[in-house]
């Protein structure tokens, strides 16, 4: 099974409301990370969150880690149409910098 | 500034044929580099992943294969493609020796005909 796994697998909402997108993950880390991906394109990289942070902002994004719980959670306040993508959490996992784990991601669709 | 190119963009193949794909990072040196695979609709899978030239660690047994010939350029190989091989292929770098984000490529669509 996947180290990450994201629900909902899909979203739909209005413009203006918020959007939440939750990830659990099963083997402890260094970090837990999100990223966007827009149809057809590479990926973003959104925002970082470190094992020893609880919540983190940035821009309309706010960002939660629980460790004990191993899940993380990922806030789009007051969305747009073009907030919609994918989003994709990624876990370095503790003793390893060198690669991430993706999670199987989060479709969001925000209309008009 | 760093920038990384991927190309083609893409390629439709038959099954038997020959693969390279390529991706160069430009702007940084020593990165750490990435190959994913992603099917249609589906999340990232990490197929190989390099430290450091000729440093290639395989994360998925399969038909393909990596190779970083120079410091900044990362090939995807297969020999003969077979349908299952078809995706959408990202290289992402990232600065090595530390927890840091990774910068993805524009990404190639490969289909196996």
């Known amino acids: 099974s996947q180290q990450g796994e994201e629900d909902p697998q899909a979203l739909s909402i209005q413009e203006g409301e918020n959007a939440t997108m939750n990830c659990s993950y099963k083997?402890?880390?260094?970090?837990l990370q999100w990223y966007r991906q827009n149809s057809g394109r590479g990926l973003v990289h959104l925002i970082l969150?470190?094992?020893?942070?609880r919540e983190k902002h940035s821009g309309r994004l706010r960002v939660t880690l629980d460790t004990s719980k191993k899940s993380s959670s990922l806030l789009i306040t007051a969305s747009r149409a073009a907030d919609t993508a994918s989003y994709f959490c990624?876990?370095?996992?503790?003793?390893?910098?060198?690669?991430?784990?993706f999670g199987t991601g989060t479709r969001l669709q925000v209309f008009p | 500034s760093q920038t990384i190119h991927q190309w083609p963009a893409t390629l439709v193949q038959p099954v038997g044929s020959p693969l390279s794909l390529e991706c160069t990072v430009e702007?940084?040196?020593?990165?750490?580099l990435y190959w994913y695979r992603q099917a249609a609709g589906r999340g990232l899978q990490l197929l190989f992943y390099?430290?450091?030239?000729?440093?290639i660690s395989s994360e998925v047994p399969q038909n393909l294969s990596a190779s970083r010939p120079q410091d900044r350029q990362f090939i995807l190989s297969s020999k003969k493609l077979l349908l299952s091989d078809s995706g959408f292929y990202l290289c992402?770098?990232?600065?090595?020796?530390?927890?840091?984000?990774?910068?993805f490529g524009p990404g190639t669509r490969l289909t196996v005909t």
């Open positions: 992402a770098w990232k600065p090595a020796g530390g927890s840091y984000e990774q910068y």
């Open positions: 083997t402890s880390i260094n970090n």
């Open positions: 969150i470190r094992s020893n942070e």
């Open positions: 990624a876990t370095e996992i503790v003793y390893n910098t060198d690669k991430l784990i």
């Open positions: 702007g940084t040196s020593n990165p750490n």
């Open positions: 390099s430290v450091g030239i000729g440093q």
